[in-house]
């Protein structure tokens, strides 16, 4: 890909949309059928700026690799060239039809084909338009612009079939509802509801990245509580079906981070339930295969929120503030937030006041102060350290002077006390 920089002069950066009606342009020059297709075609007619483009054709790879010079196979994925145009990478695939799927997930077999079949093989009538760019002409062997105006999510063909072929359909089904507000027709829920329990068979890994996007959303209440009312909550989360209100996940802002929507569901669900929550987030972290960031990020957030439900006001000053200046508090407020607008709306003040004489100061003595008093270094020095930092974010030492005759008094009833911590 050409980078702004080294752009050659008089070539003006082009938008995604004009890049990719230039592949076309050519394809269709060089005497194929190429058009559009799925989820580009979708969006626009719904109003949405496609986030990208893919390309449907009946060239074969090895032709679209002659026409266009920067261009490159797609690893993995049949028939699929990534090509380059204008500095964008706009992916280019063969019109194909799938045999049966004896594995949940991948077609045995893949053969070419034309426009029709490769509409037949897409999983919902919304996403199996095509349209040409030169022409403006929209190619719509599915009814997908009928379920486009009645607001329907529908899978192409016998929903039963199409959900069994690819069980990961029944969480696209669910994310494409709750991101535009469209319903899931009666036929495709039932399969879905049917199906629900064979979710199992998509890895983890896939379900995982489904319910990221979901919870990234600012639907993502809609998208839990369908997932919760289809049944498929007990798959995707590895626990007992339920039916919880989602008052919490609801009531968070827009955009707010994927572990604070996890939270906030995970609370939703077991808050209330008596349940260990700190061992349901581990569970949680391993049916999602969460990362590592992400998992702490959740289970950080749900135990700060905890806190700030029961001992906070019990805390001393110091703990409230190294709690308050931790990476997750504010996250964690959003949680209280959403749950009792009263306590968080007292706890933020609270948390003001606290900043007023610095929540995170420099910390008045090191550990060469340490040294300098002639303490030997050890399991001590952080005790000394900590409770000297404490004493300073009470307020009751505030000069190097007192920390350090402060740090010497510690060490000496800590020394004479035990002498091995
Ligand atoms: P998004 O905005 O989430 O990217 P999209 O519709 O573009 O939505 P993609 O996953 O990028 O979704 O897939 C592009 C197109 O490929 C879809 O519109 C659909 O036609 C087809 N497709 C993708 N995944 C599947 C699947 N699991 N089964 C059948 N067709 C699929
Ligand atoms: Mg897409």
């Not at 702004?4 to 003006?12: A, C, F, H, I, L």
Request: net charge neutral.
């Amino acid at each position: 890909m050409q980078s702004q920089g080294d752009k050659p002069r008089g070539v003006s950066r082009v938008d995604l949309r004009t890049a990719a009606t230039r592949v076309v342009r050519s394809l269709t020059e060089a005497g194929n059928i190429a058009y559009f297709a799925g989820g580009c075609v979708r969006d626009r007619l719904m109003g949405l700026e496609p986030t990208d483009y893919d390309i449907a054709t009946d060239a074969r790879p090895d032709a679209v690799g002659k026409l266009f010079r920067k261009s490159q196979h797609v690893g993995e994925s049949f028939g699929v060239m990534l090509v380059s145009s204008m500095g964008h990478q706009i992916q280019v695939a063969a019109f194909r039809t799938e045999g049966v799927y004896s594995d949940g997930r991948h077609p045995d077999t893949v053969t070419y084909s034309d426009a029709r079949h490769d509409a037949q093989r897409r999983d919902f009538t919304i996403n199996g338009l095509f349209e040409n760019p030169l022409t403006g002409e929209l190619i719509d062997f599915v009814g997908g612009q009928a379920d486009l105006k009645a607001k329907l999510i529908r899978a192409i063909g016998d929903p039963h079939a199409r959900l069994r072929e690819d069980r990961l359909r029944m969480l696209r089904a669910v994310r494409f509802s709750a991101r535009f507000g469209f319903a899931i027709d009666a036929a495709t829920s039932e399969a879905i509801r049917a199906g629900a329990d064979d979710l199992p068979g998509v890895s983890p890994e896939r379900i995982g990245q489904e319910l990221k996007q979901m919870l990234s959303d600012r639907n993502r209440a809609v998208a839990a509580m369908e997932l919760q009312a289809l049944g498929l909550d007990q798959a995707v989360l590895h626990e007992p079906h339920q039916a919880a209100a989602l008052n919490r996940l609801g009531r968070l802002p827009a955009d707010v981070a994927y572990p604070t929507a996890l939270a906030a569901w995970l609370l939703d669900r077991h808050e209330d339930a008596d349940a260990d929550v700190t061992a349901r987030a581990r569970r949680w972290s391993a049916a999602l295969l969460l990362s590592n960031a992400d998992q702490t990020a959740m289970s950080r957030r749900v135990a700060i929120y905890e806190t700030l439900r029961g001992s906070w006001p019990q805390l001393s000053v110091a703990k409230q503030k190294r709690l308050a200046a931790g990476g997750e508090f504010d996250e964690a407020l959003l949680l209280l937030q959403a749950t009792d607008p009263q306590a968080f709306v007292r706890i933020r003040q609270e948390v003001s006041v606290l900043a007023e004489s610095d929540l995170a100061p420099p910390a008045l003595i090191g550990g060469h102060d340490l040294i300098a008093l002639g303490l030997p270094r050890g399991p001590l020095f952080k005790r000394v350290l900590d409770a000297v930092y404490d004493a300073q974010l009470e307020g009751t030492v505030r000069e190097k002077a007192a920390a350090l005759a402060l740090a010497k008094t510690i060490s000496l009833t800590a020394e004479g006390g035990s002498p091995d911590t």
